[in-house]
């Protein structure tokens, strides 16, 4: 029914963001803001004083509005909006679920929800499936997509999934200057092994929460906030940065973990663009972007979102390699560039010719902000890693242990 929830400041910023179903893409939350902010005082919500109801690519985005940050949530044709407005006033306890995330957090404001960020996803996850759904009856994410079952039953391999999961949000200034730099990660444990009674996780040894926890040697990875699921026990984790818990069948999120405006690396994409009218009345777009990621490594399904001046007609390009494209997109008054593939330590370029109607010098300030959107396999913005993966008893005949690193774009965006 609910496909995403997210909650943001009154900026627009993601706070909090939950896709339960990856039904929608990565502009949803830019158009529901965009779509919210062009509301005049005189145009009342459709549905009541204090809610929202408007429709984008089959989705219906319901929002109230608390504390000064938009509570919204997304559902498509096929699901009542009501329910969901519902949920967002009322959830089965009768409370309103931004009062339910008041009395953990003391008070409903930008700051305390972002230092709570772990603690809200937990509620999230609570109010919507259960504790006992949450633990133990999670279908898995599409990254290991079978039946919860057996192993021995279906006939198939013991199999277990450890995944560090990063998101990042970026603002990279148009001097180049990194202006905001968050990630927010999560430790998912995926188990289809069916005599499993301990699994032991092994972290960075220079694993730190806060600075001051900092060890003194080593490369540090260090992170600002940290929560584990409740059935994760800790007696070894301040000694020897080790995870103990007994996986149950299916998918736990074992931590969660969020570090702001320190990233220990370079932000893994720079751009450097050029706006100019030509003598023939077109504007030219030169985008130069390169990837800042180590020669071994390769980002992949990378997009380009440029805002374009209104009255945008027409696009003609020069794109330095065969397997990229592009395209207009007049609806939404942007040139989409998409890169399948994009090794690190390289860049790449593109031309981009506009036929604008009415073409004016203060048109070429409506080019930009860039919004990209990208999947970094094998790749963790913080530097956590997993340093071993051992189970209890060892078990018999064959199994297999996958541990993976993949890191999304949350929210990068390059100003011009």
Not at 244 to 249: D, K, M
């Given at each position: 029914m609910i496909c995403q929830i997210f909650i943001l400041s009154s900026k627009g910023d993601r706070l909090i963001y939950k896709d339960f179903r990856g039904e929608a893409g990565s502009d949803v939350v830019g158009?529901?803001?965009e779509k919210v902010t062009a509301l005049t005082g005189d145009q009342p919500p459709v549905v009541m004083v204090t809610l929202c109801l408007?429709?984008?690519?089959?989705?219906?985005?319901?929002?109230?509005?608390?504390?000064?940050?938009?509570?919204?949530?997304?559902?498509?044709?096929?699901?009542?909006?009501?329910?969901?407005?519902?949920?967002?006033?009322?959830?089965?306890?009768?409370?309103?679920?931004?009062?339910?995330?008041?009395?953990?957090?003391?008070?409903?404001?930008?700051?305390l929800v972002q230092m709570n960020f772990a603690l809200i996803y937990e509620l999230l996850d609570e109010v919507l499936f259960g504790a006992e759904t949450q633990q133990s009856k999670v279908a898995p994410g599409s990254a290991a997509t079978r039946p919860i079952q057996c192993s021995r039953e279906q006939g198939g391999k013991s199999e277990i999934f450890v995944d560090v999961i990063e998101r990042m949000s970026v603002v990279i200034g148009s001097n180049g200057v990194v202006m905001k730099a968050d990630v927010e990660g999560e430790i998912k444990v995926k188990c289809y092994m069916s005599n499993c009674s301990e699994m032991r996780i092994g972290l960075n040894e220079e694993f730190s929460i806060g600075k001051s926890q900092l060890r003194g040697y080593g490369a540090a990875v260090r992170v600002d906030e940290c929560s584990f699921h409740q059935a994760v026990r800790l007696d070894e984790f301040d000694s020897h940065r080790i995870l103990?818990?007994?996986?149950?069948?299916g998918e736990q999120t074992v931590m969660q973990y969020q570090l702001s405006n320190d990233l220990p690396s370079a932000p893994p994409f720079r751009l450097f663009p050029t706006v100019e009218r030509d003598s023939g009345?077109?504007?030219?777009?030169?985008?130069?972007?390169?990837?800042?990621?180590?020669?071994?490594?390769?980002?992949?399904?990378?997009?380009?979102?440029?805002?374009?001046?209104?009255?945008?007609?027409?696009?003609?390009?020069?794109?330095?390699?065969?397997?990229?494209?592009?395209?207009?997109?007049?609806?939404?008054?942007?040139v989409v560039w998409q890169i399948p593939r994009f090794p690190g330590g390289t860049q790449l370029c593109a031309l981009f010719k506009l036929e604008v109607a009415g073409l004016s010098s203060a048109s070429l300030l409506e080019v930009g902000p860039v919004g990209?959107?990208?999947?970094l396999p094998k790749v963790t913005a913080t530097g956590l890693q997993i340093r071993f993966l051992r189970l209890s008893p060892v078990q018999p005949g064959p199994s297999q242990r996958w541990v993976r690193y993949v890191t999304h774009s949350d929210s990068y965006t390059l100003r011009i």
């Open positions: 158009t529901f803001y408007c429709t984008h690519k089959d989705l219906h985005f319901i929002h109230v509005r608390q504390g000064g940050l938009y509570w919204v949530a997304t559902t498509t044709d096929d699901s009542s909006p009501f329910t969901v407005i519902e949920f967002l006033n009322r959830n089965t306890c009768v409370h309103r679920l931004t009062a339910l995330v008041k009395d953990y957090c003391g008070t409903l404001s930008e700051k103990r818990l007994c996986p149950s069948q009345g077109r504007l030219l777009m030169y985008m130069k972007l390169r990837c800042d990621l180590p020669p071994k490594t390769a980002a992949i399904n990378v997009c380009a979102t440029v805002p374009v001046p209104k009255g945008s007609v027409s696009l003609s390009q020069e794109l330095s390699s065969p397997d990229q494209s592009s395209e207009l997109k007049p609806q939404s008054r942007a990209l959107s990208f999947e």
